[in-house]
């Protein structure tokens, strides 16, 4: 069946360096989307990616989608102590998101 | 706008034992989830619904698990009877209509003794 991987599991940076996930599906995708999920809490949407090579940025964040629509990444500039959590991408190719396993972010002040 | 609604949010039982989560999502929105995420895990899909319809749910423990959504609004979800490995996060998430984004419930944690 279709999976999502996930790398790296975890990420430990101090703040104002940068940091990077990435997401690799095992077939072509309909769309992507990323959630972001702070310690405790649930699942948040951040952003759907849609188009082969998509490029769309929010603020410090910047989300790719693959021109194969088979992965994506999410890239932030210049972390900070509020972008701790885990992020999770989920593809479609159904109607059916599948979640990867996430990346968890700690930033150090 | 209120939020997506779930209870209890919190729950322990033994194993055996039956248990039902309760959700009320975004009010028009036509598709409502219920996943699991069991801890350092990505949430899983148990069962996706479409109005009152059910649209997938291949990945539901059909033996153990049900789940329905009377009327098209809210939903239950239920265990019967309960493992240990079914401690976990239920997460019940809605949506507009299929492909957009999905709001999640704050989630029942479930612990299964």
């Known amino acids: 069946g279709q999976q999502v991987m996930q790398i790296p599991q975890y990420q430990h940076v101090q703040e104002g360096e940068d940091f990077t996930t990435y997401c690799n599906s095992s077939?072509?995708?309909?769309?992507i989307q990323w959630y972001k999920q702070r310690p405790g809490g649930h699942p948040v949407f951040l952003i759907q990616l849609v188009k082969s090579g998509e490029v769309k940025k929010q603020k410090r964040l910047t989300f790719q989608f693959g021109e194969a629509k088979k992965n994506s990444s999410l890239h932030i500039t210049a972390t900070q102590t509020t972008d701790v959590g885990t992020y999770f991408c989920?593809?479609?190719?159904?109607?059916?998101?599948?979640f990867g396993q996430g990346t968890t972010l700690q930033v150090k002040p | 706008e209120a939020g997506v609604a779930q209870s209890p949010r919190y729950k322990i039982i033994e194993k055996r034992q039956s248990v039902a989560f309760w959700c009320n999502p975004i009010s028009g929105h036509a598709t409502l989830y219920w996943y699991q995420q069991i801890l350092g895990q990505g949430p899983k899909l148990l069962i996706q619904?479409?109005?009152?319809?059910?649209?997938?749910d291949s990945q539901l423990p059909k033996d153990r698990f049900s789940a329905e959504r009377l009327k098209g609004v809210d939903s239950t979800l239920k265990i019967q009877p309960a493992k240990l490995e079914d401690s976990a996060v239920y997460l019940c998430a809605s949506s507009l209509e299929i492909w957009v984004e999905q709001f999640f419930g704050p989630g029942t944690r479930l612990t299964v003794l």
């Open positions: 619904f479409q109005n009152n319809g059910v649209v997938d």
């Open positions: 077939t072509t995708l309909s769309n």
């Open positions: 989920a593809g479609s190719n159904t109607g059916k998101l599948i």
